[in-house]
């Protein structure tokens, strides 16, 4: 049965893109016959291509995932270039790490906000700075070159950047690198450029494309920070999909594909900038340059990062103001009163919500973690490792966009008579919480000891015995932390829940993002704190089971 793990879960997470991607092509193409399309043409295609400032809404898609990922991308490296081993480096550590559980769309309502006409950082400065008396005229949030958007998602890709770059250093021996780079007259910044990041990025490849797959195709956080005039091409696809007019949907399924290309066009285009970076880069290594911009890149990249570190807790301690914000009128820096009146007149509503989030991710994470615990049992038991080309496998659901296979899954389940139903949006949440169990769980689990495992077997023990017993006990905290991830991940997700639920699924994250085009900033920051707590309740709670069950251990054992 453990042989059958691997294999279920590769299905779980690849068979829905491969399907979706199918439904995805069938309407494109025209042939859909329960909407009326029975015969193929590229009618859809060019339905798309004459709809008014299309080729504006791609090349805004393409140029915030660009720009963002190069700058999410560039800030970690050159930070931890600079201040690796430092105590500031350890401080922005431990202030990253609990970051990367917020959901996208909590932190893009922190960061609006915070740096909205009328939002706190104006507020500070007015008037006795500025002269407003009240909000300025300017667009901030929307603005029609999305830079605010790419700000937002730069905030938010940091952390996993960052986290991903800090798993692979250990690899790379960045002490000894250093130091043996230092005796040959390096600078520090150079000795890591030249020595370590080398060695590491082939590590955190696949990270930072699923970031520019994603960066490129959002809809969530594009709907609160990004332009409406026109808007990115994935919000102008998840409208059409949405509209009452069935019709749009064959054209809203060949922008998916469009979409889908214009996502890999920039892989490409980012595989171009790394030959490129390597050709100047053997260049400045052989032109005997032993410095980066030293005072520069340290300045930059420590500004950057604190900046980074403190938008994001104020946007989030915003959250918690709002929520209980009474009268609060520009330019007053704070609330007249805090009350609970918003929790009391939309609590019900809220815990609908909260239930539904629960029922939908709980479910999910079960399966996830007990099929990843029996593939990496399979593997312990064989006593072979995954090959490194498996990463690729893992990492396809969440390099593929979202909206190029939501679309086609949501056509098949119409198609089956499971649209609209929780079982087919926890299939949606599966396949992106499996990539992210499995990366959390796999290297701890590996990291464990054989030796224990051999011992149980030298004393008697079954092999299922020593999995309960010995392994598992072992593994608990990084299970338990798996779990937690898987959660957050689930509540985060609002294209596969939006689509998939035909909008009768009402979670959280749905719910936040469909009252960011409504005034009432109270009970946005309601749902958006509710979208940031549960992941959060999950790390608690996955922070007390180990030591719980530990205790519970030594007592059982005591007794005995």
Request: hydrophobic share 55%; glycine share 8%.
């Amino acid at each position: 049965m453990l042989r059958l793990a691997p294999v279920l879960a590769l299905a779980l997470m690849l068979g829905p893109v491969a399907a979706g991607l199918f439904g995805t092509l069938l309407p494109a193409a025209g042939y859909v016959p329960a909407l009326g399309g029975e015969t193929v043409s590229l009618e859809p295609l060019r339905m798309f291509i004459a709809q008014p400032g299309i080729g504006l809404s791609a090349a805004l898609s393409l140029g915030t995932g660009l720009a963002a990922t190069f700058g999410a991308f560039a800030a970690v490296v050159l930070f931890t270039a600079a201040f690796e081993d430092t105590r500031f480096f350890c401080m922005v550590r431990r202030l990253l790490s609990p970051l990367m559980a917020v959901p996208h769309a909590a932190a893009a309502f922190g960061l609006a906000f915070l740096i909205t006409p009328s939002g706190f950082v104006m507020r500070l400065l007015s008037p006795w700075a500025t002269g407003f008396q009240r909000p300025p005229d300017v667009l901030i949030v929307g603005d029609p070159l999305g830079l605010t958007m790419t700000l937002g998602l730069m905030a938010k890709e940091i952390p996993f950047l960052f986290l991903m770059l800090l798993a692979a250093l250990p690899q790379a021996d960045p002490l000894r690198s250093r130091r043996v780079a230092a005796s040959l007259g390096y600078a520090p910044v150079a000795a890591w450029l030249t020595t370590v990041l080398p060695r590491v990025y082939p590590q955190i490849r696949l990270p930072v494309f699923a970031v520019l797959a994603y960066a490129t195709s959002v809809v969530d956080v594009a709907l609160i920070l990004g332009p409406t005039t026109p808007p990115p091409l994935a919000v102008r696809l998840t409208a059409w999909m949405n509209d009452p007019d069935l019709t749009l949907r064959f054209m809203a399924s060949a922008g998916a594909l469009v979409q889908l290309g214009l996502s890999l066009f920039a892989i490409t285009v980012w595989i171009i900038g790394e030959r490129l970076a390597v050709k100047l880069g053997r260049c400045w290594i052989e032109g005997g340059r032993r410095s980066a911009a030293e005072h520069l890149a340290t300045a930059l990249s420590g500004s950057a990062m604190a900046l980074l570190a403190a938008a994001m807790l104020s946007g989030l301690a915003l959250l918690v103001l709002w929520s209980v914000a009474g009268p609060w009128r520009f330019p007053e820096p704070l609330p007249d009163v805090l009350t609970l009146r918003a929790w009391t007149m939309h609590g019900y509503a809220a815990a609908d919500a909260i239930a539904t989030t629960i029922a939908i991710a709980l479910p999910v994470i079960a399966v996830a973690i007990a099929l990843v615990l029996a593939s990496l049992e399979n593997e312990t038991r064989e006593g072979r490792a995954r090959p490194r080309r498996s990463l690729l496998l893992l990492y396809l659901p969440l390099i593929v966009p979202q909206i190029a296979f939501v679309f086609g899954l949501q056509v098949l389940f119409l198609m089956a008579g499971l649209h609209d139903t929780l079982p087919a949006v926890a299939l949606g949440h599966m396949v992106f919480v499996l990539p992210y169990v499995f990366l959390a769980l796999s290297d701890p689990w590996r990291a464990v000891d054989p030796r224990y495992g051999h011992m149980a077997g030298a004393l008697g023990a079954s092999p299922a015995r020593t999995f309960w017993r010995v392994r598992l006990p072992l593994a608990r905290k990084a299970v338990a932390t798996a779990a937690a991830l898987g959660f957050a991940v689930s509540v985060a997700q609002y294209l596969p829940t939006l689509l998939i639920g035909g909008g009768r699924v009402s979670t959280v994250t749905t719910e936040a993002v469909a009252l960011a085009a409504g005034g009432n900033r109270q009970l946005v920051g309601i749902y958006a704190l509710l979208q940031m707590l549960l992941p959060f309740a999950a790390f608690v709670l996955a922070a007390a089971v180990p030591g719980v069950a530990y205790r519970r251990r030594r007592e059982t054992e005591a007794t005995a």
